[in-house]
């Protein structure tokens, strides 16, 4: 059932190319620039009217949701905040009835984010779960959902449920931007077009595994990593020293790159890798500097680059390509070769990649 890997989390990372087209399938008419989510069309009132869209979630999905709150606010122009969902819990926050509160669990059943949902629905807000799990009970429990149609998910680090829940926030987004107006028509269908090539560009990205291998090789004895990106690209960092810290047991930090001025940067020295994603174009010159940086103190960079950019590939020890896209599709793409790094470090150190030691793959208790 592993269909020929040697475990559930490599299969479902190279299973990425087919649960994104999954996740788009039958919701996008590219001809007429459409773009249908039922649960987006049963409440498209409270959708154009909300003030607020507050996105609750705990773990890989909460970082996702850091990519929603970019891809709300870029695209759509709605006022959006990310909240660990066992914080928001907790706080009194304040939440109003044209608030959408917005679930995002691959199991549909954590604690925390439920509880979350509780608390909103005492407070009138609309409920709108984005899950994988099929019946789950986010699924039931909101008032309206897409699922993400990723297929179970079983290797306890979340993959395929990451750029599943980022293909559905992606559309969400575009769809609102439309009715909005918020965004050039020639935009949304570039935007568009390009989420439509993107299965065949993680195909492509896929076959730089052996390079990843071979980098992998090279941190495997760290004892901490450091994970920088900046913009669309800073959740992306938080996400793959995630992946590296539960799957290999290297403490792992990830930051947004302009940040690291502000104190981690005392942590480097040669034996501290620093992971880069530097594929964006609006922020490129500032990540070179980052990376500048980093070498003046003899840190070893490794940089997720965007094919061809010949100069940063200069100036890192480590390049790892990935094919050119728009800016908001992009970590769809850059987290796939930190999943594989993640994967193929835990495997040199022997560890168990399927089931890390003291993680369950849900967490229904808080
Ligand atoms: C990390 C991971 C966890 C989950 C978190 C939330 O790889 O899998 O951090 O993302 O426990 O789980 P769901 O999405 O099921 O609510």
Redesign the pocket.
Known sequence: EKGGFDHYMLKEIYQQPKTIADAMRGRINAKQGIITLGGINEFENRFLNADRIIIA???????AGLIGEHLFEDLARIPTEVEYASEFRYRNPIIKNNDIVLA???????AD?IAALELARDRDALLYGI???VGSS?ARMTDAGSYIHAGPEIG????K??TG?LVLLTLMALQLARKKGTISSSYFFQLLNELENIPAKVESLLQNDAKIKYVAQEIKDANNALYLGRGYNFPVALEGA??LK?ISYIHAEGYPAAEMKHGPIALIDENMPVIVVASNDSTREKVISNIQEVKARKGKVIAIIKEGDQAIEKLVDYAIEIPDTEEPLSPLLSVIPLQLLAYHIAILRDCNVDQPRN?????TVE
């Open positions: 979630a705990c773990g890989t999905s909460w970082i995002i669990s691959q199991s549909g059943e954590t984010t899950c994988n799990v986010i306890v680090a979340s993959t449920a990451f829940q995630l992946k539960e993680l369950a793959k849900s967490v």
